[in-house]
Antibody, heavy 119, light 113 residues
Framework: EVQVVESGGGLVQPGGSLRLSCAASGFTFSKYYIYWIRQAPGKGLVYVSHTSPDGAATIYADSVKGRFTVSRDNAKNTLYLQMNSLRAEDTAVYFC????????????WGKGTRVTVSS | DIVMTQSPDSLAVSLGERATINCKSSQSILSSSNNENFLGWYQQKPGQPPKLLIYWASTRESGVPDRFSGSGSGTDFTLTITNLQAEDVAVYYCHQYYSYPRTFGQGTRVEIK
């Protein structure tokens, strides 16, 4: 089964750090771009990042640039989102999603992992 | 940034009737290189991740019922659900993948009347 599974969410204080993981299975992970998308409670979908298959290039949303860093380990079929200097407004469910190879739409989504930034 | 604006924010439709959701982009998302509109539609049910319904503005994803259809070009797009079923209750989002940052519409909630 083609799937991605996020993990690593939790409660963190403002200014703190967290690392999320996105584990892929059922497809050749190393050939796909991967997105991080987030959704604040009761709100819509917001783009966070888009990472190339080799991990060499990631384009970040302005709201996270300089605070978030994406890396990937293709040997482990896993993408990581290192989140530093977290703010209350980063509170959201974080989804990873596979870029479908059809221009950039997202065809495989994980169930998400919840991040809460609060003191 | 390309702003995606959906209308209406919500709508209630009787079972078996048609639901129409509009999406307008602040600039054209039609590519001159492949003549495709870089527009997708997603369905999100409560507590679930989004699901891709339509890509290239009008191509149905594999496994998606044919009561879902997409149309439009340039800056104006429409998702139509014909013969609305109870399982279609969800929030629907349009999404442009023409440029960075990728952006989404604010969502349209579809309910049963």
């Amino acid at each position: 089964e083609v799937q991605v599974v996020e993990s690593g969410g939790g409660l963190v204080q403002p200014g703190g750090s967290l690392r999320l993981s996105c584990a892929a299975s059922g497809f050749t992970f190393s050939k796909y771009y991967i997105y991080w998308i987030r959704q604040a409670p009761g709100k819509g979908l917001v783009y966070v990042s888009h990472t190339s298959p080799d991990g060499a290039a990631t384009i970040y949303a302005d709201s996270v640039k300089g605070r978030f860093t994406v890396s990937r380990d293709n040997a482990k079929n896993t993408l990581y989102l290192q989140m530093n200097s977290l703010r209350a407004e980063d509170t959201a469910v974080y989804f990873c999603a596979r870029d479908s190879h059809r221009g950039g739409c997202m065809d495989v989504w994980g169930k998400g992992t919840r991040v809460t930034v609060s003191s | 940034d390309i702003v995606m604006t959906q209308s209406p924010d919500s709508l209630a439709v009787s079972l078996g009737e048609r639901a129409t959701i509009n999406c307008k982009s602040s600039q054209s998302i039609l590519s001159s290189s492949n003549n495709e509109n870089f527009l997708g539609w997603y369905q999100q049910k409560p507590g679930q991740p989004p699901k891709l319904l339509i890509y290239w503005a009008s191509t149905r994803e594999s496994g998606v019922p044919d009561r879902f259809s997409g149309s439009g070009s340039g800056t104006d797009f429409t998702l139509t659900i014909t013969n609305l079923q109870a399982e279609d209750v969800a929030v629907y989002y349009c999404h442009q993948y023409y440029s960075y940052p990728r952006t989404f519409g604010q969502g349209t909630r579809v309910e049963i009347k």
